[in-house]
């Protein structure tokens, strides 16, 4: 799966286990209508291992913790289950650490789908994936939303007590049990994800992790760095324009490169792909203007059109790759790069300028990922493959989601 992806459960008990290189604690919220627990009951972790259709099971360290939910145990009013992650060592970030979420039906232990979200950083605490209820039809979704603060952060979002450090003479609480997260001390609160952030003092989670957006015009990205494309708190989802641009090095021969664009699925799957023999794809919501064959002239060499609004939801991801089908290596190739315009102003709002060569036949540019608040990012990517064509670069392209 990639985030914000979701698919049907074919089994009314699931298992969520997630796996990383160091210990995980994770855990399970069960949230109303309004994407709140109705009390700290609602909350199972280690501490609280049971609830109504849901329970924890810890890895003991040799296995990762897992989540299971009985859909057909949850009470009235519950519509989404979100299971979490953080790292159990106090302090320690995502930073460097892949986990990986594995929803499994719970009877016969078969995988229905896998998650790793892409790109962590300072992240304390995750929401990793949600089984929730839609349309009378439970579903998965792919998460991977990170909070700076930790456990707690999550907690307080969701509408768990969390209970402060030991004061003198407390009074005795109310019967409702308090959760004691694993990090101490908790941050303040931050505002519930997705975005937009409210008008709140404290920042929505996606500042917390250093994820830029379209707010202070045109951005510039290094390899691997991600653009929201949001502005002014909205989605963007009109058209855009990916331009890609080459010329030959040291005034070489004509190089004739092929620019396509490789539409996902929930599961990596290869839903289409757009190049300069399949012009149109997915209903016409991306479109290519055909093949420059020889890199001569100014400006994009080849252009693909993509309409945000129109593409269809089993979509997720978009890999945009170019393809030496003459076995031209990239190291004859100068000045390459991609950049997203607006389609309707011709302005252009992110570009990213390739800066080394391999000597290989391919490389992907960059990546579109729709994320499960709706909105699209843009990774800048720069990774060499050996691929002459596009249907070569489908599987390479899959792996890199």
């Given amino acids: 799966m990639t985030p ?44 609280q291992p049971a609830g109504p259709g849901v ?3 810890s890895g003991g360290g040799a296995a990762p913790d897992a989540i299971t939910v009985d859909t057909t145990a949850l009470p009235p009013g519950i519509e989404k289950i979100v299971v979490t992650a953080s790292p159990d060592a106090a302090g320690q970030t995502f930073q460097g650490v892949e986990p990986t979420a594995t929803i499994r039906n719970a009877d016969d232990n078969s ?25 009378g039809a439970w579903k998965a979704r792919a998460v991977g939303q990170g909070y700076a603060n930790g456990l707690a952060g999550i907690a307080t979002d969701f509408g768990v007590t969390v209970e402060e450090p ?15 997260p694993p990090v101490t001390p908790p941050a303040p609160p931050m505002p519930q994800a997705p975005p937009p952030p409210a008008p709140a003092a404290a920042p929505a989670p996606a500042a917390a992790t ?28 009109s058209q855009v324009k990916m331009g890609l641009g080459w010329e030959p090095a040291y005034r070489g021969k004509d190089i004739d490169l092929d620019a396509s664009v490789i539409a996902y699925g929930p599961q990596r799957n290869h839903i289409d792909s757009c190049y300069f023999g399949k012009l149109s794809i997915v209903g016409g919501a991306i479109k290519h203007s055909g093949d420059n ?27 945009f790759t170019v393809n030496s089908f003459s076995g031209q290596k990239f190291t ?15 302005e252009e709002l992110v570009r990213f300028d390739l800066t080394s060569a391999e000597a290989q036949t391919g490389v992907m540019m960059a990546k579109l990922i729709r994320q499960f608040s709706g909105e699209w990012e843009m990774t800048a990517m720069g990774d060499f493959v050996k691929a002459r064509t596009v249907r070569n670069m489908v599987k390479p392209a899959a792996q890199a989601l």
């Fill in 111 to 135: 995988v229905l789908a896998t998650f790793t979200p892409p790109k962590l950083g300072t992240e304390t605490a995750l929401v990793v994936v949600e089984i929730y209820l839609r349309g």
């Fill in 166 to 180: 030991a004061t003198p003479a407390q009074p005795v609480a109310p019967p409702t049990p308090t959760m004691q």
């Fill in 293 to 319: 064959l020889t890199g001569e002239g100014g400006g994009d060499d080849e252009v693909i059109i993509v309409d945000l609004g129109r593409i269809p939801q089993d979509v997720s991801g978009l890999v």
């Fill in 210 to 237: 250093g994820k830029i957006n379209l707010d202070k015009g045109r951005v510039s990205l290094q390899k691997n760095q991600t653009v929201s494309l949001v502005k002014g708190g909205r989605p963007l989802l």
């Fill in 55 to 57: 329970t924890y099971r």
């Fill in 4 to 47: 914000g992806s979701n698919i049907p459960l074919s089994a009314p008990r699931v298992t969520v286990d997630v796996a990383a290189p160091v210990r995980l604690d994770v855990s399970g919220l069960l949230l109303t209508t309004d994407g709140k627990v109705r009390s700290d009951d609602d909350f199972i972790f280690y501490n």
């Fill in 332 to 346: 004859e190739v100068a000045k390459a790069y991609c950049r997203l315009l607006d389609a309707a102003t011709g």
